[in-house]
Structures are given as C-alpha cells and as structure tokens.
C-alpha cells in the first residue's frame, strides 16, 4: 500500500471524510486501511470480576530505534480513523493540582472518558504539563495544537509529537532511576521517542490488546488475580508539545478527585516537575 509522507496524519482528519484509504488503489477498491477494527485497550476497575484486561505491554522505550519506522509520515486517514476513533468533542475531566512542594506538583486527572461503557462516545483529555491544566481541544483539532503535552483517555497516553501531534513532543523511560533523583542532566542526555502509530504501509502499531502502541507503552504492570493496573518502577521523562522538558511519575490509576484510593480506572494522580 503506497502512502503519503510529510504530512501528519491527523490533520487530516478535520477536512478528510472518515475511512478514506491511504493510496488511490484503496480508493478504488474501496477497502481500508485496516481490516478489522482493535480493541480499545486495557480497561481494568478494582472490581475482580472485570475480566477485560490484557497482559501488560513492552517498554517502548527499550526497543531499537533503528528498527522503528519514521515519525514525519505517513498520511493514513482511514486507519487513524478506526485506530484512534477520534471524538469531535472537548473533554469534561477534571485537572486539580492537590499539592505543591518545591516545585513538585501532585496532581489528579479525570481520563476514565465515560467509564469502559461509554468510553467510545467520549473524547481523550489533553493536559499542559505547565500550567497543569486542561486544553479544550477535541480530538479532531488537537492536531492543530502545541499547547497540550499529555493526551490521556483511559491507560492510553501519548505525547504531541510524531504521529500524535504537531508539537515537539516525546518521551522516555528511565527504568532504574527513582522520581526525585531525576534532573535536567537526565533529560539533556536522553533520547526522546517520538509517537509512532504506524508504519510506511499504513499498518497500525498496536499492543498486546489492540490499542495503539505509544512511547508510554509498558507504563503498568497488570495483575492477573484482581485485574488491576499498577505503575511501574522508574521516572518518565516527557518532551512537551512547545519542547519543554518535564518528568513524572504516574502515582496510581484509581484516584478520587482528593487524591484517595478509588474503585473506577482512569483517574489518576500524578507527580510532575519541570526540567
């Protein structure tokens, strides 16, 4: 399947009919990019009996970058449609800062997006790691946008760079190194991945569940005997959508909006510093 380069595919998503193939024989033919639609991604609750969680995925960051495709393209309409299934509508999760302590902010983030029964019909949340708020943006003009750092919907993150967005954006895993021994001279020295989501053929890069495969790839680890998420080890290191440099580290992914333990996936409390 031929492809367009250059462009980044999700602009085109605002001014290209949805499930418009990548190359003019697709268009002939009429078929998509992508045979059958994946899944959405791990969607673990507290609740044991919730049995729609898949297997952790890998640490993107610890592949080889020389076997990674290239971030500046292609254009693949059709199959960022059915990958990404964007929503034409601004998210309404809440972003409170729930503490601030030497320039170390703690923060709880509201990305369930509707709960696992009405996640399809709710957009991603985009977060600007600055001012440590939302950026009302829809997923369909979130393209256009430097201004988010973080999108977030459920245990899906990504950044806005590569094929996630127009920004400078990036990231990395330091596996071994805790969050408050992360500095600047970590980042200065770091690789950045950018976002990926699919290859010169338009094929989607996707992760053990079927949900598109990002440089936060590995951010969990999941528990096969209750079904629950639970954060890594290690420090992330997050280029923003302007370029500029932040940690952090994601606290839990069952929060109530004052920081406690709760029951429902996708809200968060993460710890963030600049760099």
Known sequence: MSSKLGLWFFASLVTIPAFVACSSSDDESGQNDVAT???????????????????????????????????????????????????????????????????????????????????????????????????????????????????????????????????????????DKEFDAVTAADASSATFAKEIFFDADCNPQTDQTGAVKTTFDGWYDYNTADNTLTPAAGTWLVKGGAGKLYKIAIVTYYATPDGGVGMSGGRYVIKVGAL
């Open 37 to 175: 639609q994946p899944q959405t991604g791990p969607d673990a609750s507290a609740n044991p009996q919730d049995s729609s969680v898949a297997e952790p995925q890998k640490d993107a960051a610890t592949e080889d970058a020389s076997h990674m495709p290239d971030a500046s393209g292609p254009v693949c309409t059709a199959a960022a449609e059915q990958l990404l299934k964007p929503v034409d509508s601004v998210s309404t999760g809440a972003v409170t800062v729930l503490s601030d302590e030497t320039g170390v902010k703690t923060i709880f983030v509201d990305a369930a997006a509707g709960g696992t029964a009405g996640q399809a019909t709710n957009p991603r949340l985009y977060l600007n790691l600055d001012s440590l708020a939302r950026v009302d943006v829809t997923d369909k003009t979130a393209s256009t946008s430097t201004a988010w750092d973080l999108a977030i919907k459920r245990p899906i993150l990504f950044t806005n760079g590569g094929h996630g967005g127009s920004g400078q954006g990036g990231a990395v895993r330091l596996v």
